[in-house]
Nanobody
Framework: QVQVVESGGGLVQPGGSLRLSCAAS?????????VDWYRQAPGKQRELVAG???????NYAGSVKGRFTISRDNAKNTVYLQMNNLKPEDTAVYSC??????WGQGTQVTVSS
């Protein structure tokens, strides 16, 4: 059973930075899985923020392009989401999805002064 744990969320001021981590356990196939970060703000639908394939190809939502960077460390079974120049509209619960199948519990990101 694959388990997914996100961490790194918190409260940050506008313009600040956070790095989220998505760690997987219970699988030896992490390196071949696509991993996506999603977010859901109160009253809004969940949206895809960024994704990374096994080969390292990345994609971003237009609203975060140039501010967020997704990366992976297969030796640690972990994917990171570096978030810079955060805006209040980035406030949401951020969740990680592995292989379009396994979800974590999410981590709260709040951007506020």
């Amino acid at each position: 059973q694959v388990q997914v744990v996100e961490s790194g969320g918190g409260l940050v001021q506008p313009g600040g930075s956070l790095r989220l981590s998505c760690a997987a356990s219970g699988t030896i196939f992490f390196s071949i899985y696509t991993v996506d970060w999603y977010r859901q703000a109160p009253g809004k639908q969940r949206e895809l923020v960024a994704g990374i394939t096994s080969g390292g190809s990345t994609n971003y939502a237009g609203s975060v392009k140039g501010r967020f960077t997704i990366s992976r460390d297969n030796a640690k079974n972990t994917v990171y989401l570096q978030m810079n120049n955060l805006k209040p509209e980035d406030t949401a619960v951020y969740s990680c999805n592995i292989h379009r199948e396994y979800w974590g519990q999410g981590t709260q990101v709040t951007v506020s002064s």
